[in-house]
């Protein structure tokens, strides 16, 4: 684990679709696990997931950092700097 000033932020969007990952459940797919962009709120899935929506949503906007949308998990991704942090 590292850090990067894009983790530090601790602003965070409400979930824009809480139930889910916007994409899958839009297009009836499945997801493994979930991520939520701390800029906008989107949830989208991981890359162990068929959509791969979390990583979608980062190419189409360049928000830089999601966190684990999973029950009892806390931590953070940084697309731009390839760090994980709390």
Do not use: F
Not at 23 to 35: A, I, K, S, T
Request: hydrophobic share 30%.
């Amino acid at each position: 684990m590292g850090s990067c000033e894009h983790l530090l932020v601790t602003a965070e969007a409400d979930a824009l679709t809480p139930e889910g990952c916007q994409e899958c459940l839009n297009l009836g797919m499945h997801w493994v696990h979930l991520r939520k962009c701390l800029t906008c709120g989107h949830i989208g899935c991981c890359d162990s997931s068929p959509g791969k929506h979390a990583t979608a949503h980062y190419k189409e906007t360049s928000h830089p950092v999601v966190r684990s949308y999973e029950p009892g998990e806390n931590w953070r991704w940084c697309y731009l700097d390839q760090r994980l942090g709390q």
